[in-house]
């Protein structure tokens, strides 16, 4: 086996790291209170519906795709939230840029999947694939790494904020599958919709408030997070009622697909 020739550099995601972190790693609290947020969201925080429903819709992916999964490769790992929903048995290898600040990842590197060819069974990527400045490259640097019939889990947001100092990309769902067009049982799922967004969005507006409130005053606004994500989940059962459109506006979207066990390259 051989490894990629003329590997991509990750400069937009490196100056990411340099830029907005610093030098120092996270202590080990913050980056476990930051996993728990990802993997187990609460009521009470303000992007709650955004994040619940992204872990439902990968756990799904992933019980049903990664269960015989022997090596997983997860691009770009950060806290590495979602270990726990990857097989038992399974050899999970976190890939990340240097500088992160996360410092849990088992390949600190600038250059992209630096790895033999057929190496994992699955390969996943979530909330960083936007980072990636050649996104072709990178999905066939993913049929690259992968064995024939393995499993590509991507997972991007559309309705999000952006660094404006950042080369930073959104997809909308034809536009992600279009990337995979020569991979098999390609699916994008909209993690929420129109409400999903809303509440997500109120919510990010109302923290930035919390972050200049009185210190005395911020518990309320667990209160506020409460009730909005209680609203915005009655208003997404309605939505999902009541849709009949081909226009949509998901908060993410997340896409799996199966590189082609009949051929050596999609």
Known sequence: MRSAPGRE????????AADRWGAEPFPPEVVGKMRRTRRHPRPTQFDYLHVRRLVDDLASALSRLGARAEDVLDVY??????D?????????????????PYDLADVVTDEFLPFPDESFDLVMCIEGFHYVSDPEQAVAEFARVLRPGG??????????????????????GPELAALFHQWQHVEVVENGGRAISWATLTGGLAQMVEFQAPRVVRPAFGAFYLALNGLGGLLDR?????ARSSLTLPMNLLLTARRPANESRP
């Not at 550099?9 to 990411?16: F, K, M």
């Open 9 to 16: 550099r990750i400069a937009p995601a490196e100056g990411l």
């Open 77 to 82: 790992c950060g806290t590495r939230p979602y």
């Open 84 to 100: 726990d929903l990857l097989p038992p048995g399974a050899r999970v290898t976190g890939l990340d840029i240097p500088g992160n």
């Open 151 to 172: 499993h590509a889990v991507v997972a991007v947001p559309l309705v999000w904020e952006y660094d404006r100092t950042v080369l930073e990309r959104r997809f909308t």
């Open 238 to 242: 309605i939505e999902r009622r009541l």
